[in-house]
């Protein structure tokens, strides 16, 4: 009984994306070996995603050295993919909660070798916190939205830019909102026309639906 | 078997709020003579919701002059309340979708004798079209916002407003919105502070909840 | 008591997308009113979407004449958008029954002024009338893949392309498809990184998603 | 990647309810920091919810003697709001389990500088306990219930009190009521007309939802 | 291709309930068969439920003599049970729409040839209707409560009465309330002990448990 | 800030049912406090539902002494109430999972004085095991069948027997299964008439309902 | 813009079974062009399923005389696929209501070939009319349960037979059972062993699944 | 009180199929009493399920030795079932995380003595894993598809291969997927014909299916 990952190294070629290693759930085995083997100059660029820090400390410092790891997201990678020349990618997110989500897109797309910037805290409670980062939006080629609750910043940023948008439900909250479904029912009736949503915490998804954008630009 | 309604008429005095007659399901009998009962001089102000076409009909021409029939809203009364002295209540909806029901609201004020505007399609797709009207909102006793699909008026308005605010999901939509349960829950989870939510369509209950702030102000 | 809708006129300006006219729900006056303002040559391109057979023909036919109605996406246009000049969508749809919803998305695209091409009855249970047609929708700079029940389509899909990626999930089926949620989770889950998922049967908002990549493509 | 709090220093101003710090699932670090910053004396009044004893210990014994800690309630403050010079809310429970939720919106209350009552153990099971203290109850300016499973006192209530009242539902119970579902859609329900709710255990909104109230009454 | 039912005619002797034929759903041809073969004198108790009145015009003038038929409840029946000696049953209502449900368990009831008696349009918004009633209702060997919406009377009456208790929701009401799982909900987690509930508008089946302790009493 | 609970104790006069003590989630001060009060010989005989062992462990081994404490079942009492003079219940449960259940029903009826058998593992995989049993089963005054999963159970003892009857679904099982909800679905819809169903996991509740049944067989 | 469908002319050669017709919310044009292509002798063997009588209407008499049209099941056929030389499916009901799907499955069998038997009225409630027919159930080599409701005659059936066993939940009944959800989960948490479960109220993919087997015994 | 299980030893001569032991949940003391009864050399082949490591822990070394337990799967038996002469059975599943439940169908099948092999990695992401194993998986006497997440394999594989086939939803995933629901209504609903589904996770289920299958071919 062996349970080695079968990599689809034909992806990146098929579709412009690489695999990434989804961690949360994988054995402590299997995650040892793995980090053990793509670090900073392994010619091997590999996403880790939900890496917890108990799981990035199953290996040793020297491995771990190889690795730009970042708690917060529970993102690690060594090598990254190629920058791009070209294309920009803005994140915008409600509230701190928000943060993990909000993380894992950025460095999803840094990892992929794409600019990207990240406006925290903007919130439709306090709308001038939105609209004194309009410009700096605006001038993105794709744009994400993160938010649970009510998930209203995305209605609201819909209807204030004309990028490409996508929004991200997240499972911040309690009672009614607790698991994202709240944020996310919310984002699907969004009155805001033209925008894709990803599953609820999934800042990688829409990273790569970003990517396909810029990759496209870039064609 | 007689199936006629038990009026609670002390209600009025324990709670300041009269008796209405929820139409919708009755049988064409009751409603026939229900509505023959009270019309304008009966000196029984009574208010009928979800009163549909069909079943004003039922009455003869000369009853049917007895009411303020209100199709839109489906709310009809002969005779209203006392007209308050004080106190103004605003009505904000998002759509022309949500007019049956923020109309409901307006009508059950009118009916209690109570001060109260309507503003529709302030939806936050377009916000000019919220801000414009705020400082005519920010006047009122009580605001009740009306709004289906996301509902991010109500945390958009939440934090624009200090007046008590109450929220009506509607059931606008389809999809993932269509019974207006993305609205409700997207309302319980408004990011913003102090909002008091009803049943989805309830424009009749939350007319009744800022009347009971009214009769508050009026104490 | 009007009812008239509070046209956002700035829209286009502000987005890059008009607004549109949903027209399930709409009273009969509204609808005769709004279809009497807008035909071919009125100078206003407005888009009539879920117009049903009913509604288009509560018009006199000299109106009739003014509009491109079609009725298995209840979508109708006078004037359409000026044409882009570059940029191109594919649409690929599983079953028959997920026409009106496919045709949606084209009709609006037409509307917009944006290119586009339509592939039906693609669904997996036979591949090979999805790998018949590859070289086509990978020229696209987004594919909308529109499909019911279990919408693996989407998945199978995701594999294949490196273009920007829509899923939309449609109403067919019965039992535990019957509403749509099992498409609609069913994409929201897809293996496939990077797709952004529209609510139940909006053909109309990955549409819109994927004009906001057009107009990107543009600038 | 810095993850601190952007205050929204002018909400006082705008909607009379300061921002309150929401603890649960804020990292050690953002907590610790958070807590130093703003004890008794400090000149901001700051509410803390959701502050559990492990994340209070975080500092040090100096820093707890500068807070107003409740465990029960998981709300702690150093400096509170200018006291109200009238206005008076109750809140009635019923039953102990739900002691952390009223006491949630009694501790807010406080923090806000309104006076406050709080009755527990009124279910409907024995009505006794509640018709005793009616004319306390229907001397407020605003009424608050709490209640959990299938929240039966919320409709008893509102059929007694001509006070403007909110219902908070709570988590309490297993099986069927086991997340709070049963009480909110009870709430939402109920039969007792004019009852604005809130989110599954949310007291901190019961309360500020009254404040609303009571700004009012001061103007 | 026949259809007939295949009666379970031991069915009285095992549990001392016979079957019932539940008419919804069933074809005109089966319905006009079954109440040909069972009117008065056939000597053939037989208990039609959810009969509607479409149905039950299917049948002669002649047949239809031969049936004691109540359209409120849909139910009918030609011979009855034999009368029971002891035995008492009193079925205790919220409100007027819920008058189909607790009339299906009277004339159930009555059928069997138990003694049953109906107090409708005890809400518990007006708790007087319930406490001028209470001795009546105490000396019943077993007590039904049909209420909808947030069923509260269920928790009041089971805080009242030492009778077998049985509870059954209703459809009644709209939005959060609409299919009765709200009442639903709200009976299962009742906060009074004791209480065996019933499926949604099951008002046939609580008649059946009511009859099984009045079985029991007369053994 | 006292927490004390405050004691229904004219509860048995009206209903016949004494108060109980629900732990879960208790504080360890409360249950300290009240195991401490009410130990063999206080005179008040009090049950203790849902008690852990981790919360019976709070009190001296002289408390203990004083309880009768049932850990599967989590239950405990000191004293107990009268022995009823007849009646018996008879619990029937699906496999060895919903032990903690079906005993919870024993244990209360015990408590309450009431003679009861338990029959385990009566599952409908094996018919003979339930068969074997039936004639004890039929002896009862009323009979309390405990199952998760399907339930199955339910509506082959109703078939079985003329006894009252009552239905306790519980949470056993992954999956579809896990919380109960299939199994509490399955029962409401049971095809055996007349069977009143208890909260997921409420077999204190389903005793109570059989106690309101032996104190009317001795009135 | 054409909507034919794109038949998979190489399915029976890949998987055995042929592509099938689901007529349901088809357009009346197809539904009259796809009938008039597949009568008897057409040497293309097609099964049409959940065709109503209306739709069947749509075309001229003779070309009915070319289909085996049975309105219950819905279903329709001219030639059939090429009789099987062995294998025998049993298909066993709970009650009347569940008719239209066991005969949609029992049509199926016919159409593809092979030999099945159908026992309607087979529910638990009395065990004997299920036990009677036990030794012709169990000589099939695939037996389908159809059933609504509580399912329970899945679990016996299960618990008596080892023969290949499928289930199909119906969507028969009301208030917790309507759409078939407390069938299918009932279903798919049965305590017996190894059983395949179908989609509400899907008799056809329940056919193909006994339609497989039989297709390997003859391999 | 004993809490034994009553073992049900004529399950094997009725259904083929001998009664398993599912240990998630188990007392400790249960467990202990189990394992040590069933070694290998016991001379009766019992299937543990759901058999954690910890639990495995509670036996002695020797104990331990005489069972072959599998960690992944966490299954363990001691004496297996007669080989079967003839059969053989298919298990592919879509990615690493299906892990457990795939292993669990296969060790189910090696301990009822029916060939078995296993596919692993073969999402639709990366069809070319599915396609370079179709001739191995084709030649199958049941094929069990495990898959997570969206589930599409399940229906790429039933447009590919002509053996009876079974699915089995896996609880991976996160947001919308996180407890297998997804799975679940994507392979209840797929449009490949004639496919059972097993509850989420119930590896154990599909493997007894299987069985059922081959044990028909055996007779």
């Known amino acids: 009984m062996k349970n080695s990952i079968l990599f689809d190294h034909g992806r990146t070629a098929r579709i412009g ?3 990434a290693v989804f961690c949360q759930g994988k054995s402590d085995e299997a995650m040892a070996d793995l980090l053990s083997r793509f670090p900073k100059g392994s010619g091997h660029p590999i996403l880790f995603t939900r890496l917890s820090a108990a799981q990035f400390d199953l290996v040793s410092d020297d491995v771990k050295l ?3 790891y970042h708690p917060l997201s529970g993102t690690a990678f060594g090598d990254t993919m190629e920058p791009k020349s ?3 990618v803005v994140i915008v997110s409600a509230g701190t909660a928000d943060g993990p989500v909000a993380w894992e897109a950025s460095r999803t797309l840094t990892y992929l070798g794409i600019e990207n910037h990240i406006f925290e805290d903007c919130g439709v409670a306090g709308l001038w916190r939105l609209t004194e980062r309009l410009d700096d939006i ?8 993160v938010a649970g609750l009510d998930a209203a910043l995305l209605s609201v940023m819909g209807g204030l830019t004309s990028s490409p948008l996508f929004g991200v439900p997240t499972s911040v909250g309690y009672g009614v909102a607790e698991h994202g479904k709240a944020a996310l029912s919310s984002m699907l009736t969004s009155c805001a026309p033209g925008v894709g949503i990803l599953n609820i915490d999934n800042g990688y998804g ?3 639906a970003a990517a396909r954008i810029i ?5």
Chains 1, 2, 3, 4, 5, 6, 7, 8 share one sequence.
């Open 206 to 208: 829409a990273a790569c």
């Open 17 to 19: 994306l690489p695999e």
């Open 215 to 219: 990759n496209r630009l870039e064609r």
């Open 138 to 145: 605006n001038s993105a080629d794709a744009v994400i939205v």
């Open 66 to 68: 190889g690795y730009d």
């Open 86 to 88: 070209s294309g920009k």
